[in-house]
């Protein structure tokens, strides 16, 4: 089953943007960004079981939840920031995922085709 991911685009320093992605029903599901120059990083995780986990830079500022009945895992980001500027992909498992490896890409063995946020 692909991910399909939507919600991408551009938007100013300060901004909101929320990522969707479809289906849900993974152990755990999250966001994986590429930047450019930079290797694939973990930005946020949500398990099954509502539990999140958030890369640091993004904390407090992004939220990810996953709405049940729509069938989807949202990711709202706001106070966007110009080092926010990411291929976004979402990612899922049907593992549980430990610690440290939360954010990392090959703990995901499902991907979207990804989405662009470009803040500027």
């Known amino acids: 089953v692909q991910l399909v991911e939507s919600g991408g685009g551009s938007v100013q320093a300060g901004g909101s943007l929320t990522l969707s992605c479809a289906p849900s029903?993974?152990?755990?599901m999250g966001w994986i960004r590429q930047r450019p120059g930079k290797e694939h990083e973990g930005v946020a995780v949500?398990?099954?079981?509502?539990?999140?986990h958030y890369r640091e830079s993004v904390e407090g500022r992004f939220s990810i939840a996953r709405d049940n009945a729509r069938n989807i895992m949202d990711l709202q980001m706001h106070d966007l920031k110009p080092e926010d500027t990411a291929m976004y992909y979402c990612?899922?498992?049907?593992?549980?995922?430990?610690?440290?490896?939360?954010?990392?890409?090959?703990?995901?063995?499902?991907w979207g085709q990804g989405t662009q946020v470009t803040v500027s």
């Open positions: 990612a899922a498992s049907n593992l549980v995922v430990h610690d440290p490896n939360v954010f990392r890409g090959p703990s995901y063995r499902f």
């Open positions: 949500i398990a099954s079981t509502g539990v999140t």
């Open positions: 029903g993974y152990t755990y």
